[in-house]
């Protein structure tokens, strides 16, 4: 594959809390401990310490959520590694999104493979790439899709709870769809069998998530951890705790928030308690009542003390919420980077004080590549009309109706005859003021209408332009939609399995070598 790098900023599709990220504006950097860079990185695992029984907890609690599954060599390595004193984690992680979600899904888990690879080598210590599924999210409508080629699957059904515990009942049809979908690629067939076998009805969709990465990156080394374990929440308690009785969460990132909104807009929202009571089929706030809490939607109420013994001996019914579960998370890894999506990031630069105030470690943060794909052909057509790739990015009707302009034997631009028009007009306005001051808004009056009627004689012959190349026009749109279906960016929207089924797993394997995080660039693959 070709591969087109441009950088983030120039594509404008990308928030200014982002680019501004990568560019090191100062107002971002006081709210990261680590500098996403190499550099960032290896400070950030010169300041990573680890406890032997955190790490026995760890690494038993893996091992355990992979028992019954076949494990490769590599996985089987890594989790060996795990329980040596100076090994390291790099985490990204996401929702257990339906046959793994749209393409940055995959990207972000290249990701840390990259990183966890090349950091290996810079540090001479093991650094083990982590995957975390995030099944105690509760947002069914966020995760029950994908996109096949442009064709929505959909798994229908209610909420019921944290997504991670729902039974995959009624999901058959939905999986033959998705092979029927997948068309008759030469890797087609194993794919059949990888979606059959992981989506399987009696699973849990947390079951069917952890089959189904495992099958395309175990082979990588890649841990998948499960945070709704018993063993793990017990290790999360003592912040719980500080969460409860003292709401540290929204007086910690009360700083960060007001020096994001000086420029953009907070990300997450915190509340005086940002945890959930989980039970079967619910994932409810806790809130303060009186002198006691409470759990809403009729939940259950305790006293303060009742509340602290439950959480003692009933971790597992305790969640945390978006700003509480990287905190969750770090308590729990040895980790030293987090690689995030753009709305990730944002919430992260929140959570510098609420680190510091829990007195856990807070990570470097870095942006996943973004990408997509162009067929060769797509661009060749772009290109044969003198557009630069970067102008794939631009908002595509002034592209258009540039190329329009410039194809046609008459000059679409008015440019001339405004000046002159407004020179005539203000000569006018001058004339008329000296003869008697009351003409003057009338010769004002006359030059807005003429300038609207220029205006829309410009329209006019913009039209007559784009008509008379339609042709070219038609194809800039699929070009256009090639990259970015219904509008979006084409990796927030399209599955992977098609291109696997087509390709093979050798693809995960080229992407693994292309995509960097270190490099701050979008890259189009052109093939």
Request: with cysteine.
């Amino acid at each position: 594959m070709q591969s087109i790098r441009i950088p983030y900023a120039d594509t404008r599709r990308f928030a200014p809390v982002v680019t501004d990220y990568l560019a090191g504006v100062p107002e971002l950097d006081a709210l990261r401990m680590h500098a996403p860079t190499l550099q960032g990185l290896k400070e950030a695992a010169a300041a990573r310490s680890f406890g032997a029984e955190e790490r026995l907890v760890l690494a038993t609690a893996i091992s355990d959520q992979y028992r019954g599954m076949p494990l490769p060599d590599a996985v089987q390595r890594n989790l060996q590694l795990l329980r040596q004193p100076d090994s390291l984690t790099i985490t990204t992680g996401h929702q257990l999104s339906l046959f793994g979600g749209p393409l940055y899904v995959p990207f972000k888990i290249l990701n840390v493979l990259r990183l966890a690879r090349t950091l290996s080598s810079e540090l001479g210590r093991p650094v083990l790439p982590v995957f975390w599924m995030a099944s105690e999210d509760h947002d069914r409508a966020e995760i029950d899709h994908t996109y096949f080629n442009g064709h929505k699957l959909h798994w229908p059904g209610r909420d019921g709870g944290a997504v991670g515990d729902l039974l995959l009942k009624d999901i058959g049809p939905v999986v033959e769809e998705a092979i029927a979908l997948l068309g008759a690629g030469t890797h087609a067939a194993e794919l059949a069998a990888l979606l059959r076998e992981a989506y399987r009805p009696e699973h849990t969709l947390a079951q069917a998530t952890r089959h189904f990465v495992h099958a395309l990156f175990g082979r990588f080394g890649l841990l998948i951890v499960d945070g709704d374990d018993p063993a793990l929440k017990q290790r999360f308690v003592p912040h719980m705790r500080e969460e409860l009785l003292n709401q540290v969460a929204e007086r910690s990132v009360a700083p960060a928030n007001a020096i994001l909104q000086a420029r953009y807009s907070v990300q997450a929202f915190a509340r005086p308690i940002n945890l959930f009571h989980r039970c079967p089929g619910h994932r409810r706030r806790i809130v303060a009542d009186g002198a006691g809490f409470r759990v809403l939607d009729g939940g259950p109420t305790w006293s303060v003390d009742e509340l602290l013994a439950h959480l003692e001996q009933h971790p597992e019914q305790f969640s945390p919420n978006v700003l509480l579960r990287p905190v969750y998370q770090e308590t729990i890894l040895p980790n030293i980077a987090y690689v995030g999506g753009g709305g990730e990031l944002a919430y992260w630069l929140q959570l510098r004080w609420l680190f510091q105030a829990l007195r856990v470690p807070m990570p470097a943060v870095l942006l996943r590549t973004s990408a997509a794909f162009l067929p060769a052909k797509a661009l060749r057509q772009w290109q044969e009309l003198g557009l630069d790739p970067v102008e794939l990015f631009a908002p595509i009707d002034a592209v258009k109706a540039r190329v329009a302009s410039e194809r046609v034997p008459f000059s679409t631009a008015l440019d001339d005859e405004r000046a002159r028009l407004q020179q005539f007009y203000t000569e006018l306005a001058g004339r008329a003021a000296a003869a008697d001051p009351g003409l003057k808004a009338s010769a004002e009056a006359h030059a807005t209408r003429a300038l609207h009627g220029l205006e829309r004689f410009g329209k006019a012959l913009l039209r007559s332009a784009k008509r008379r190349d339609a042709d070219t026009l038609a194809r800039m749109d699929r070009v256009h939609h090639a990259l970015f279906p219904g509008g979006g960016l084409q990796e927030r929207k399209d599955n992977i399995l098609p291109m696997l089924a087509a390709q093979g797993n050798s693809l995960l394997d080229q992407l693994l070598e292309e995509l960097d995080p270190l490099d701050p660039r979008f890259t189009v693959f052109v093939d």
